[in-house]
Nanobody, 123 residues
Framework: QVQLVESGGGLVQAGGSLRLSCAASGRSFSYSAMGWFRQAPGKAREFVAAIDGNSGTFYTDSVKGRFTISRDNAKNTVYLQMSNLKPEDTAVYFC?????????????????WGQGTQVTVSS
């Protein structure tokens, strides 16, 4: 059974940093695209960042220069380092995985999802 488990969320002041982790089990995702999405209350789930099977990366404009996605294939884990956090980054952050190595920003193209971790940024 495939599982994605996120961790690292919490409460942080504006300007602070957090690192989210997503540990995968049940199959290897070493050559798969992995992504991070977020959903704020009352809003649709939105794309944040993705990493492809060759560790190429792609970010939504609002987080470029502040967030970094990375992966450790030996640990079957993907990370999201978030810096200079803003109150508008407050959301539940979800990890997702595809069965192919090509990046996508479309939630429906991801095959597996974690349960999410709450990130709250206070002003």
């Amino acid at each position: 059974q495939v599982q994605l488990v996120e961790s690292g969320g919490g409460l942080v002041q504006a300007g602070g940093s957090l690192r989210l982790s997503c540990a995968a089990s049940g199959r290897s995702f070493s050559y798969s695209a992995m992504g991070w999405f977020r959903q704020a209350p009352g809003k649709a789930r939105e794309f944040v960042a993705a990493i492809d099977g060759n560790s190429g990366t792609f970010y939504t404009d609002s987080v470029k220069g502040r967030f970094t996605i990375s992966r450790d294939n030996a640990k079957n884990t993907v990370y999201l380092q978030m810096s200079n956090l803003k109150p508008e980054d407050t959301a539940v952050y979800f990890c997702a995985a595809r069965t192919v190595g090509v990046i996508s920003s479309i939630p429906g193209s991801y095959n597996y999802w974690g349960q999410g971790t709450q990130v709250t940024v206070s002003s």
